[in-house]
């Protein structure tokens, strides 16, 4: 089947959340949401994510599924507050205990803090397949820009995360903790071997100048016109490119915000006495 995508761009942080269903008035499934954060206040407003409950309204929509593919680190996850505002699951893949785990250590979090996936409603396998009304759908582990990263696909369409961009960006980075560029060039190369008509929907868009963003390819159009694996590229090419470009790339700007929410499936840390939450910044860690 065919889903239908309606998908929403944030300018801000680059990022594109998706809407997924059959059709109107039926089960559907929200891909990567974003909570808006102004780092220079700490405050955090809704106004993103309420565009996607005014569509879920408008289409009368049933939330099946708040899916994520990966704990980002350019946006915070709006999936807490959409759960309250819509219901249906949280899930990820199973592999976040990993950055749980290095995250929990990095930030030095509280000992309640589990490092076991409790925070999300479900953890989702390698090959798991699930039901979005009518709509089958199937996890895919393709670790590499981190190693809990999964794609999704829907049908004959497949959410791939931060694991490729458009053709004429590349690939994502793979130098945060966990990062494995042997790793993401099997991933990509998983990916590319669906059938060539398969649709690709991105998490991001950072179009060259004299492009506006877009965000739907095709596995045939990247397997042609990907700069960083088209094909004839070899995984020792793609690690060297990739380690020297790496080396290149400054943190993102949200990254230290956003991966303390998002190892928490977007909710806050536990208010402290004072009825505040509190992001930490470690000093001179990273």
């Not at 205990?97 to 979090?109: E, G, S």
């Not at 409790?118 to 996890?139: K, M, N, P, S, Y």
Request: glycine share 6%.
């Amino acid at each position: 089947m065919t889903p239908i995508v309606t998908s929403f761009f944030d300018p801000d942080t680059w990022t594109v959340s998706h809407v997924v269903c059959e059709k109107a008035g039926t089960a559907c499934a929200i891909i990567d949401s974003v909570l808006d954060y102004d780092p220079k206040s700490g405050r955090t407003r809704t106004a993103s994510a309420n565009k996607l409950v005014a569509f879920v309204h408008a289409q009368n929509l049933q939330v099946a599924w708040i899916l994520e593919t990966h704990a980002h680190a350019d946006h915070l996850s709006a999936a807490h507050y959409l759960r309250g505002k819509l219901g249906g699951k949280i899930a990820i893949g199973a592999a976040i205990t990993q950055v749980q785990d290095v995250f929990k250590r990095v930030f030095n979090l509280e000992p309640g803090f589990r490092a076991d996936g409790r925070q999300f409603d479900h953890l989702l396998q390698d090959g798991e397949t699930f039901a979005v009304g009518a709509l089958q759908a199937q996890a895919l582990s393709v670790p590499g820009h981190t190693p809990a990263c999964m794609a999704y696909r829907i049908g004959d369409t497949v959410f791939v995360g931060d694991t490729l961009f458009m053709p004429d960006v590349g690939t994502a980075r793979c130098d945060f903790p966990g990062g494995h560029a042997p790793a993401l060039y099997r991933s990509v190369r998983r990916l590319l071997s669906l059938p060539p008509e398969t649709r690709l929907f991105m998490c991001h868009d950072y179009p060259p100048e004299g492009r506006s963003p877009i965000w739907e390819t095709t596995v045939a159009e990247q397997r042609a016109k990907n700069i960083h694996v088209h094909d004839g590229v070899s995984e020792v090419e793609f690690v060297k490119m990739r380690a020297a470009r790496d080396a290149t790339l400054d943190m993102p700007t949200l990254i230290l915000p956003s991966v303390q929410v998002n190892i928490r499936a977007g909710e806050m840390p536990p208010a402290e006495d004072n009825g505040v939450s509190y992001l930490k910044i470690p000093l001179n860690a990273l």
